[in-house]
């Protein structure tokens, strides 16, 4: 089951529009992580959830997709996804907010697979500009935005593959852009 749910967990860049995140399945969400693993036991992420249409459209703006399959600008138009969580580590706890990096990846892990349990998906994104983020959304000097994790109801078709003997990570698309591949690496490769 867990497995399944693993397996299911893809980085999604298109969603159905008319799937609207609530602000209490955003809550639900971020509810989950009080019960997650923290360095020292601190607990110094904190969470700005993204529900209303406008504010949906500032941070997508502000967020970068695929920087592999830059000539698709995915999402394609009227597949973005209707919730975004944005994960910030308080640096008024964690002055050196590099030792939460694996707080962040567990929290955000931990509400993906809720999502994927829900029906939903998302996608993590790290490529975008923190100040701009705190900045245009108002957040608190001291909330530090670290890792934006995108939700909605995904409506993709991923594939997963296997990393071919030229040891390539790179995901990629088919000529219509609409089927998305991401080779793994075999479970061999990564034992040591
Ligand atoms: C910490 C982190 C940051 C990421 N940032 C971005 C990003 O800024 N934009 C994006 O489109 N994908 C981002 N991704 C998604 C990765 O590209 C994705 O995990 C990878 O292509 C493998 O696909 P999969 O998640 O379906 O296995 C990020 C993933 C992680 C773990």
Redesign the pocket.
Known sequence: MLKDLVIR?????GYDPSRKMTKEELESLVDLTRYTASSVNLQPLRYHIAWKEDEVDTIQGM??????LPHLK?PFPGKRPTGFIIICIDTSLAPNPTVFLRD??IA?QTMLLAAVEQGLGG??????DKDEIRNKLDLPINAEPN??VAIGKPDED?T?THVGADGNT??YRDETGQK?F?P?RSLNEILI
């Open positions: 967990n893809r980085s999604y860049r967020t970068k997709w695929a920087a592999a995915l962040v990846g955000a996608c993590m994104i790290g490529n975008f890792l934006i991923i997963l790179r995901y998305h991401v793994k």
